[in-house]
């Protein structure tokens, strides 16, 4: 059987998950807790991070590679733009993302900080999520560079590309590369979606939350032409 290693709410996971869900793969995810997930990763001969990907004798450690290994029409032959973007993708929006999110999420009470960490999850480590909520909340400050400048240095990097994505789409195209959804897209969607909130994405937070987002989070860009292609790109293709 095939294993996903993630957090559950991480958009790199989600980024992962979509793509084995698209290419229907028969898997089952693992989700855990901040912190453990670097554990069960190292466990799976990954490198701390996640999500990993374990196939028999086969470990991805990279979401760009599960993408690839789930479906690799998503990255058209002797199109190099579609791996480029991604890459810029993985890079700078993914870090940005998640830094603007935890911004706030982290700004949350213990109590429901713990609800989050805790969503999704097995009840002995939903448990172990709501009672270490204010040393995890710490250390993801700590280790992902949480501050007021590090969140300000992120949403700059959301700005430039969401242009960049605006500028590929002003000539009417459909699709980052083309004509047909790719891998680029794919992965744009994924890593907006602390930002963008799509409705799918929604279901990997608790209710409360996921409107904390959307109201303190997703205003500065709900009328740029990057939201609403990753929106589009739920809609249509998750």
């Keep these: 059987m095939t294993r996903l290693i993630t957090i559950y709410f991480s958009h790199y996971c989600e980024k992962a998950r979509w793509a084995l869900e698209r290419a229907r793969v028969d898997f089952v995810e693992e989700p855990h807790v901040p912190g453990i997930s670097g554990i069960a990763s190292k466990v799976a ?116 590309v969401f242009a960049t994505v605006a500028e590929r789409l002003k000539d009417g195209r459909r699709y980052l590369c083309g004509d047909a959804f790719t891998a680029a897209d794919l992965t744009f969607a994924a890593l907006a979606a602390p930002v963008v909130a799509p409705d799918f994405y929604a279901r990997f937070f608790p209710s409360e939350v996921m409107a904390l987002i959307k109201d303190d989070i997703t205003g500065p860009y709900r009328d740029s032409v990057a939201f609403a292609h990753a929106r589009r790109m739920y809609e249509l293709h998750r």
């Design 45 to 160: 001969r990954g490198n701390r991070s996640v999500p990993v990907l374990i196939d028999g004798a086969t470990v991805l450690k990279e979401s760009a590679d599960i993408v690839r290994w789930a479906d690799a029409s998503l990255y058209p032959e002797g199109d190099t733009d579609v791996a480029a973007l991604c890459e810029t993708f993985d890079r700078k929006l993914g870090p940005a993302t998640r830094r603007v999110a935890y911004g706030r999420v982290l700004q949350l009470p213990s109590e429901q900080l713990g609800v989050v960490f805790g969503f999704g999850l097995p009840r002995w480590e939903a448990h172990l999520g709501r009672t270490l909520a204010f040393a995890l909340a710490a250390l993801i400050r700590r280790s992902l560079h949480v501050t007021p400048e590090g969140v300000e240095r992120s949403r700059g990097a959301i700005d430039e």
